[in-house]
């Protein structure tokens, strides 16, 4: 039998007498993820329904809340392949705290934003909380630098499910923001991110505090040097990811895939809040239906995470493409029906898992080492740049109407 295509892997994890070493880094590193990932996660998921919403309130016209409804996911895309890079120059804590930092910046600006029904802070605002988006995307790549080669796909995995917890609850943060709202005069949308600004800073601090060692610092040091790697100045980082998806045709699998579930997940989620609140729904059914999407997103990756490590990449991302074929033809032939819609983003999001988890873990399995952290930062960088064109189109009708203040 020929050896699955996971595990015939450029990775450059070495089978030492170091592997025991490194064995107990990875645990480290892991733990250290799954908490940070939690806590920032929550403040990440306000942004798919709270941030939608706050978008049509502040801005009264649909063609701007349109582009603000991108501006989280274009913030995400243009500090996706910098993060990368950051990484590779200096280490995976000082990227990924560096980056829930600065989405915690951007939720403390959106706390204005909504309170004052200001537009520019509320651009500048999404934009910088979707640096969170990117840095949980990347944490994801951190937990396979030093993993075996057979268990690659279930540490990702792993990741990705814990960031569940969070990214359902950030949702239905206008709960706990009525509660903030009635004690402090701030409004239902003010009080949750700010709840999201404290949690996204705490998922700083975590990662700057206990990463330690870094462990794509640590897999530098214990990995060997790449035998072909000239001396002297090196192309940009940009030129070695786009040499390196010219050449490993493997990579162009992996990075299409998760490109074009990106695509159909971001294109139907960013206008779903629009149109429920369109068709009756309450903030409250909003919030629960983006949940349920979430949870179909991330609920699975474990058992896609095993899927992968045991029968490989390609079939669980085809039986994903597949899956997500079936949600759109949902939504299509029921388009009015709110528990149709619910379905279909739940559908939406299983799909979306199965083909993000295990084109991820392909790609992090055949890219080469010496552009290892910037192309993984360059492929989440493209699936968020990708992702957002279709929230540009302005919905059908008019806005939701703004949240009186407490």
């Known amino acids: ?22 064995d107990a880094v990875q645990r480290r590193t892991m733990i250290v993820l799954v908490f940070a990932q939690i806590v920032g996660t929550v403040g990440v998921g306000v942004a798919p329904s709270i941030g939608i919403l706050l978008a049509g309130a502040v801005t009264d016209n649909e063609a701007w809340a349109g582009l603000a409804r991108t501006a989280s996911t274009l913030g995400a895309a243009l500090l996706g392949l910098p993060l990368g890079t950051l990484a590779a120059r200096r280490g995976r804590r000082v990227a990924l705290a560096g980056g829930w930092w600065t989405a915690a910046a951007g939720g403390a600006v959106l706390v204005a934003a909504a ?212 949600s759109l033809v949902i939504g299509a032939v029921k388009p009015d029906g709110i528990g149709w819609i619910i379905t279909s983003l739940i559908l939406l999001g299983i799909g979306w898992s199965f083909v993000n988890v295990a084109g991820s873990a392909l790609f992090g399995a055949v890219v080469s080492a010496e552009t290892r952290a910037s192309s993984q930062g360059g492929v989440d960088a493209l699936s968020n740049l990708f992702g957002p064109a279709r929230g540009v189109l302005p919905a059908r009708r008019t806005p939701a109407p703004r949240p009186a203040s407490s």
């Open 1 to 22: 039998m020929p050896e699955p295509e996971h595990l015939i892997s450029t990775a450059p994890v070495p089978l030492t007498p170091d592997r025991p070493a490194i």
């Open 115 to 326: 309170q004052w029904g200001l537009i520019v802070p509320l651009f500048a605002g999404l934009l910088l909380i979707g640096v969170g988006l990117a840095v949980s995307l990347q944490s994801r790549f951190a937990a396979t630098d030093l993993a075996r080669p057979h268990h690659r796909a279930r540490s990702l995995a792993l990741v990705v499910w814990v960031g569940t917890l969070g990214s359902v609850l950030g949702p239905n943060l206008g709960v706990p923001g009525e509660i903030i709202g009635a004690a402090t005069g701030l409004t239902v949308y003010a009080g949750a991110f700010l709840i999201a600004a404290v949690c996204l800073a705490i998922a700083g601090l975590i990662v700057w505090v206990w990463l330690r060692p870094d462990p794509l610092l640590f897999l530098g040091q214990t990995a060997p040097a790449s035998p072909g790697a000239p001396a002297g100045k090196q192309p940009s980082r940009i030129r070695q990811v786009l040499a390196e998806l010219g050449v490993n045709q493997r990579a162009r699998v992996a990075v299409i895939a998760i490109l074009t579930a990106q695509v159909v997940m971001v294109a139907v989620m960013t206008m779903t809040p629009v149109h429920l609140t369109h068709h009756g729904g309450s903030i409250t059914i909003v919030g629960i239906t983006i949940s349920l999407h979430i949870v179909g997103m991330y609920a699975p990756a474990p058992l896609v995470g095993l899927i992968a490590d045991r029968y490989g990449h390609r079939p669980a991302i085809s039986a994903g493409l597949g899956v997500l074929a079936v």
